[in-house]
């Protein structure tokens, strides 16, 4: 009876073994396929937000509830045995047409978010490259509604002027990215621009600290038509620091007059004291009047070695530079007054 039973007990345990083997033999082919098998993805595409905190579970079960992965027990099993369940990372993601499921976890392991950009434009004032910023759909907005100094109090800079103070370049940066992450950047970037700059200067220039070096390049930025003039245009500015002369350039005067600046100086602006007015003030305005980029500031640091002391607008963007009032006086009869 005992024979009996034992023999029964060993079928029993083979045929349970042999169903086990069955099945995981079937499970294993079934994961097999799964991690083989393209997502239900749209062939143009689809876009992949994952909020800060979602779980390798909280996906999956999302994902497969959306119809676009067929069994989230199987993505779970997966993301467990490759040690990626934790890993991945928040963000907006694009999912390509024909994305596997192993795809899609070294993509989100990966961070490979995408990449929305804004571009602050050399010569841009701050309140020009505060509308664009505050314009933008994909930054997070975190600086609307406060004051110039509330701005820079929240950059850890308060007291500093803003203006100029921001390179001008293009920015790459995830969705949900802040404008007071954007201002860092800038700010830090045009820190490091500016003291690269400062450090291989000529000797001998007019510019007592880096801050008037960033106000001289401003002007040099705004008074710049074509970019081979830049080192020309410092030039002038530098001789005319050096002898004392008074720079009298249009753009600081503009800058100055505000919103009362209908698109014309007229004699009486040229002669209204105000702090940016450099046809009234000796040397330079108090504070930068635009963002300068990487050229004018370079321009600044390495002059054009020349005698013109005085330039004027051709018309086509370039200048007819002088190096005395009379040869001054002519070119301005011939490409000002058309005589």
């Known amino acids: 009876m005992i024979r009996i039973t034992l023999k029964l007990l060993l079928k029993a ?6 169903l086990g083997g069955i099945l995981g033999t079937l499970v294993w082919y079934q994961y097999r396929d799964f991690l083989a098998q393209p997502l239900e993805i749209p062939d143009q595409g689809m876009t992949l937000t994952i909020p800060q905190g979602m779980s390798l579970r909280g996906l999956a079960a999302r994902l497969e509830k959306d119809g676009i992965l067929d069994d989230a027990r199987l993505l779970r099993l997966y993301g467990r045995l490759h040690h990626e369940a934790t890993r991945i990372k928040a963000g907006e993601y694009h999912l390509p047409s024909g994305l596997t ?3 899609l976890l070294d993509l989100l392991v ?7 950009s804004i571009t602050l434009v050399e ?3 701050f309140e020009q490259m ?12 975190q600086l609307k509604g406060l004051s110039n100094e509330e701005i820079m109090a929240r950059l850890g800079h308060a007291g500093e002027h803003p203006e100029g103070r921001f390179f001008p370049d293009t920015y790459h940066f995830p969705r949900g990215f ?3 992450e954007l201002l860092r950047r800038a700010y830090d970037a045009m820190e490091a621009q500016l003291a690269a700059a400062w450090k291989e200067r000529e000797e001998n220039l007019p510019l007592e600290t880096p801050y008037e070096m960033l106000i001289l390049a401003s002007i ?22 050096q002898k004392g002369m008074k720079l009298q350039t249009d753009p600081t005067v503009i800058y100055g007059m505000g919103a009362s600046y209908k698109g014309n100086i007229r004699r009486k602006d040229l002669r209204k004291a105000t702090p940016y007015n450099t046809y009234v003030i000796p040397g330079l305005p108090p504070t930068p009047i635009c963002m300068p980029g990487r050229d004018a500031l370079l321009a600044v640091a390495h002059p054009a070695k020349e005698k013109a002391l005085y330039f004027v607008a051709r018309g086509d963007g370039s200048h007819q530079f002088s190096a005395t009032l009379k040869q001054h006086n002519a070119a301005v009869r011939k490409y000002q007054l058309g005589k």
């Open 130 to 141: 505060m509308r664009a910023i505050h314009a933008h759909k994909q930054l997070e907005h």
């Open 101 to 103: 499921p192993v795809a």
């Open 220 to 241: 040099v930025e705004k008074e710049t038509g074509q970019a081979g003039e830049r080192d020309r245009i410092a030039g002038v500015f530098i001789r005319r620091l």
């Open 178 to 180: 802040s404008d007071l």
């Open 13 to 18: 345990t083979l045929a349970v073994v042999l």
């Open 110 to 116: 990966a961070g490979k978010t995408i990449s929305h």
């Open 123 to 125: 010569g841009w004032t």
